[in-house]
């Protein structure tokens, strides 16, 4: 079983910048896809990232040209980089490897 545990939820302004960090346990690591979700209130949950093991990316339209998922397969992480943030992005951000794993989400509010 895949441990997961985010990191770097904050309050940030519009137009702010996070980067939100997933430590993962286990060694099946590198060989699996990572993704990152999130859920606003009262909404689904949604895909926002996933990056292959070789480092190929994935965006939902959203998200295009703010944010960058990337991934240190030697550190067992995965990073997502998000700027200009908007309220609209306001969310709890989960990490998961795209199979069973979760972790428990780390919260995100902009707001001025």
């Known amino acids: 079983q895949v441990q997961l545990v985010e990191s770097g939820g904050d309050l940030v302004q519009p137009g702010g910048s996070l980067r939100l960090s997933c430590a993962a346990s286990?060694?099946?690591?590198?060989?699996?896809?990572m993704g990152w979700y999130r859920q606003a209130p009262g909404k689904q949950r949604e895909l926002v990232a996933v990056?292959?093991?070789?480092?190929?990316?994935n965006y939902a339209d959203s998200v295009k040209g703010r944010f960058t998922i990337s991934r240190d397969n030697a550190k067992n992480m995965v990073y997502l980089q998000m700027n200009s943030l908007k309220p609209e992005d306001t969310a709890v951000y989960y990490c998961?490897?795209?199979?069973?794993?979760w972790g428990r989400g780390t919260q995100v509010t902009v707001s001025s």
């Open positions: 998961t490897n795209m199979l069973t794993s």
């Open positions: 286990g060694s099946s690591f590198s060989i699996n896809r």
């Open positions: 990056i292959a093991s070789g480092g190929i990316t």
